[in-house]
């Protein structure tokens, strides 16, 4: 492991090139991310040294200066970005700005890139992602441009999940990185910003939402990595023609593996002496691509995701690999219209879980493994104008029996970010550490 220092060089505000027309300046919450805790979502891009420009002691400030100037460039267009929150109701588009952090990393990149323990990778972040705070003042965008000795960059992104979620906060990215290339503000990505509103009207600001994600101490986040190889085997070993009527015998790459983490989570608590008498799998769904009926794209912004639910009422029942993709698939192909307009009635669709006899009403009884695949996403491909990130990362989730699953360079292999008590995690079996290419602490 490699122990780096981060020195902050300064701080600053950035707000949009140009003022907030008087008609823009209030943008309504959906019901989605009314729901949301106040955290963020957050992600780091690292890029080596630019060999194909002179290099030369200006060439980092160079860098700095373009994506300061591009960030208050896209902010004109995602102006709700440099607003700040109101209540639990809508964002006050009041230029206050964004955070902007300049710091410098006195290692080089290529000693910290691949081998930066989980724990120092926030120092990364301009903002603790996880520290929930329920402040009215706090960005809704937050920005850390790290420079490396070498001459490599990190980029590190955090966005309020009170307003995006992470495919909102890679049409943001992109946007961004093409001004810094020194496209213009016609650039093909066009955010649509009113609709999620509509389509999921907000309710009253007195109304209470379960808090659905309990922050724990004592948690510890280990990330996996799994290559091609490893993940073909997954997926040949999780294959069945049929099962329940159900074809599961080409799983995807995100199914077998969730459905194996899935399975040694479960194995793992038990282990410890926890049994629960149900077992229930989330997994966040990208609404964007489903909602058929209304025709809407991936330029939606905002959070327009729903969860889904696989459950299990008791083990080993379960316990085959195709069995728990079954459950997995199952559970996503009842997110159809219907199930869209459940969530589109707000509060109903929340008490249909939490009530008294629904699935989430009883913790004591319920373990619940909370699944995110931010595969595919295009992250590689972002490029501010010195090249494609040579990895990207996010931070540990501090949230017990979380799973994000990111896809690695050239979308082949997939890197696991699991969080479990501390003392879970221990029990974790030697099937999940045998299938991992490696893991770092």
């Keep these: 492991m490699v122990a780096i220092t981060i020195e902050i060089t300064s701080k600053e505000w950035i707000k949009p090139s140009s003022p907030t027309p008087h008609e823009k300046k209030h943008h309504k919450l959906s019901f989605i991310d009314q729901f949301q805790p106040p955290i963020y979502v957050p992600l780091i891009f690292f890029y080596p040294k630019d060999d194909s420009s002179s290099s030369s002691s200006s060439h980092q400030p160079t860098r700095y200066h373009l994506l300061k100037q591009s960030l208050s460039d ?10 700040r929150i109101t209540g639990n109701l809508s964002v006050h588009c009041n230029d206050l700005g964004a955070l902007l952090v300049e710091a410098k990393v006195q290692t080089a990149l290529s000693e910290a890139a691949k081998n930066i323990p989980v724990a120092q990778l926030n120092e990364f972040l301009p903002i603790e992602p996880y520290a929930s705070p329920n402040d009215d003042e706090i960005p809704l965008l937050a920005v850390q441009i790290s420079s490396f000795e070498c001459g490599g960059t990190a980029v590190g992104v955090c966005i309020s999940h009170k307003i995006a979620d992470i495919s909102s906060l890679m049409n943001f990215v992109n946007y961004w990185s093409a001004l810094s290339r020194g496209g213009n503000s016609n650039t093909s990505v066009q955010p649509i910003f009113d609709i999620p509103s509509k389509l999921f009207p907000p309710v009253p600001e007195d109304s209470a939402f379960p808090n659905y994600i309990n922050v724990e101490k004592k948690l510890i986040c280990k990330r996996f990595m799994f290559d091609k190889e490893r993940l073909s085997e997954l997926k040949k070993h999780a294959s069945l023609d049929e099962f329940y009527g159900l074809e599961v015998k080409n799983p995807t790459r995100v199914e077998a593996l969730s459905a194996f983490i899935w399975k040694q989570i479960i194995n793992a608590s038990r282990a410890k002496g926890e049994t629960k008498s149900v077992y229930v799998a989330s997994q966040t769904v990208n609404l964007r691509s489903r909602m058929k009926s209304l025709k809407y794209d991936s330029n939606l912004f905002g959070n327009v995701f729903v969860y889904s639910l696989a459950s299990l009422t008791s083990w080993p029942l379960g316990n085959q690999l195709h069995e728990l993709v079954w459950m997995f698939r199952t559970a996503i192909r009842r997110i159809n ?3 869209i307009n459940l969530v589109r009635s707000g509060v109903p669709y929340l008490n249909a879980f939490y009530k008294p006899g629904g699935i989430l009403s009883n913790p004591e009884e319920v373990q619940v493994c909370k699944f995110t695949s931010w595969c595919r996403l ?5 490029d501010f104008g010195w090249g494609k990130p040579i990895t990207v990362s996010t931070v540990a989730p501090e949230i017990k029996n979380g799973v994000i699953l990111l896809s690695t360079k050239g979308d082949e292999g997939i890197e696991a ?10 029990f974790l079996s030697d099937e999940l550490l045998s299938l991992e290419t490696n893991s770092l602490p």
């Design 74 to 83: 896209a902010l004109t267009k995602f102006n709700h970005l440099a607003g």
């Design 337 to 339: 219209d219907d199930y």
């Design 378 to 382: 295009g992250a590689y491909e972002v």
């Design 417 to 426: 970010w699991i969080t479990m008590a501390e003392d879970e995690m221990a």
